[in-house]
C-alpha cells in the first residue's frame, strides 16, 4: 500500500490540539437521525447472510434428540465387517 500526502508549502498547518483532532464532531455539524448522507441506500444489516430465517425460530434439541442423532449418524457411517 502506499500512501501520499500532499501539504501546500505556502500555506501553514492549523495548530489544533490532539484533543481537538480526536474530539468527536459538534453536535451541530451532525446530521440529523434518520437524514441520508448521500453515497449508496442502505439495505438492511449488511454483510453475509443471503436472507437466511433466524436461527432462534428452530426448537432447541434435548440431550436424549442429540444422542439418537448421533447413534443413526455413526451405524450408518460405519465401516463394513471384515469378514
Known amino acids: 500500500m502506499k500512501i501520499e500526502i500532499v501539504v501546500d508549502p505556502s500555506r501553514p498547518a492549523p495548530a489544533a490540539s490532539l484533543a481537538a483532532r480526536v474530539a468527536p464532531a459538534p453536535?451541530?455539524?451532525?446530521?440529523?437521525?434518520?437524514?441520508?448522507?448521500?453515497?449508496r441506500p442502505k439495505r438492511g444489516r449488511g454483510g453475509r447472510g443471503g436472507g437466511r430465517g433466524r436461527r432462534a425460530d428452530r426448537p432447541n434439541?434435548?440431550?436424549?434428540d442429540l444422542d439418537a442423532e448421533m447413534e443413526d449418524?455413526?451405524?450408518?457411517?460405519?465401516?463394513a465387517a471384515a469378514a
Open 61 to 64: 434439541k434435548s440431550a436424549a
Open 73 to 79: 449418524y455413526t451405524a450408518s457411517n460405519a465401516p
Open 27 to 39: 453536535a451541530a455539524a451532525a446530521p440529523a437521525e434518520g437524514a441520508r448522507t448521500g453515497g
